[in-house]
Each structure stands twice: as C-alpha cells, then as structure tokens.
C-alpha cells in the first residue's frame, strides 16, 4: 500500500533561512508526487508535482523537491524563508491502482522575524 | 485556472439535522472528493467519485453520503449531524486517473452543536 510520512509536525525557520520539510514515501508503482500548501481559512494549493521527467522539480513561491529514489524521499526545499511561507504543508503520492492520493498529516512550517 | 467552489465557508447546525455540503467545479473534471480535515489527523478521505452516478467510499464513510447526479457537482450529505462531525470539509477535482493532481476548494468550516 503506498503511504507518506512527513517528518516533523512542526518546524521553525528564521526568515532568511534555509527551509527543509521532509516527506518520505511507500509506493508499489512508479511514484507520482506532490507537496500542496495550505494557508490559514483555506484549501490546499499544488506547489509542485514529480511525474517521472527531471528528478529537481520547481514549483511556486521559490520551492523545489528532489526525488531521491534511493531514499524514497521527495523533501521540500526553499533557499530563504519569508514570513509569508508560514503555512500548513502537505506531500502526497499517487495511490496503486484505482485509488485516490495519499495524503501524509501535514508539516505546519512558523517563519520568525 | 481550475475554480472548485464549496457553497459555505462556515456552516453552523444542531445535531440530528440533515446537512448537505455541496461542491461545484468547473474544468469538467471526471473525478471528485471529499475530504475531512482535523487537527493532528491531516486530511481523510470520505467518499471519491470518478463519473456521473458514481461513489466509492474512502477512509471514513460512515455517518455520511454522496450524490453526483452532475459531472460538475459532488454533494456531501451527513445523514443525522453528530457533534464529532464538526470539523473542516474540502471538496477536490482532478482530471481522470487518480495520478493527477487534486484541485481544492476553500473548505467549509462545519459545527454542529
């Protein structure tokens, strides 16, 4: 069964600094993944997708994710935080067969002054 | 851009009522989902719908329906509201395959007292 674990609930950048939120993932097919966003009051936005091309995938607001297959890992990465990054964040890989996404329980990132 | 639109940002009902949550897309995407979210627990699945007609239960079906009577619409129905219903609900759309990516609505944000 395919399943993601996002190390850490929370986690605390300065802003500037550089952010890192980890999502490891369990998957019987060839994985398809996804980090989406969620600011407060709000749905969850897609910030990027790995569909199997480049292994270093850009997305929105300055974001990247490496697919490590050897790792099984697709961590989130941006080079310097900004306050407006303070939000919920939430990796996702496709499920096997006729199933839906695999939403892993979220990393909630606070960006101090 | 995609638009997933939920008729209810906040929702207040009693207990024992019929609550219907409907939700609107509008890029004739095939499959839709109802999703709950709530604190520590991230985001669970209810029902999915991948056609007209069509429903499969999710994680967590019990206490709730599904209606997809139109491509464009997925009503969520909780049968009898209990107060461990109160909870934030998202609504999401993607193309056909359950690789795509999910396009999310702003959520309805429901208590039941």
């Known amino acids: 069964a395919q399943s993601v674990t996002q190390l850490g609930s929370h986690v605390s950048v300065s802003e500037g600094a550089l952010v890192l939120l980890r999502c490891n993932y369990s998957s019987s097919v060839p994985p398809y993944l996804f980090w989406y966003v969620q600011y407060p009051n709000q749905g969850l936005q897609l910030l990027l997708k790995?569909?199997?091309?480049?292994?270093l995938v850009k997305g929105i607001n300055g974001f990247e994710a490496e697919f490590k297959k050897s790792e099984t890992s697709f961590h989130l990465t941006k080079p310097s935080a900004h306050m407006s990054d303070a939000a919920e964040y939430f990796c996702?890989?496709?499920?096997?067969?006729?199933?839906?996404?695999?939403f892993g329980k979220g990393t909630r990132l606070s960006v101090i002054a | 851009d995609v638009k997933v639109t939920q008729s209810s940002r906040y929702l207040v009902k009693r207990t024992g009522e019929k609550v219907f949550l409907e939700c609107v897309q509008d890029?004739?995407?095939?499959?839709m989902f109802w999703y709950r979210q709530d604190p520590g627990l991230g985001l669970r699945l209810i029902y999915f719908s991948y056609d007209v007609k069509m429903k499969e239960k999710g994680d967590i079906p019990e206490g709730y329906s599904v209606s997809r009577e139109k491509k464009e619409r997925f009503s969520l129905i909780l049968e009898s509201a209990s107060t461990n219903q109160t909870s934030m609900y998202l609504c999401?759309?993607?193309?056909?395959?359950?690789?795509?990516?999910?396009?999310f609505g702003d959520g309805t944000r429901l208590s039941i007292l």
């Open positions: 999401a759309s993607s193309l056909q395959g359950f690789y795509q990516p999910q396009h």
């Open positions: 890029m004739d995407h095939e499959n």
């Open positions: 790995y569909t199997s091309a480049a292994t």
């Open positions: 996702a890989v496709r499920g096997s067969g006729n199933t839906p996404l695999v």
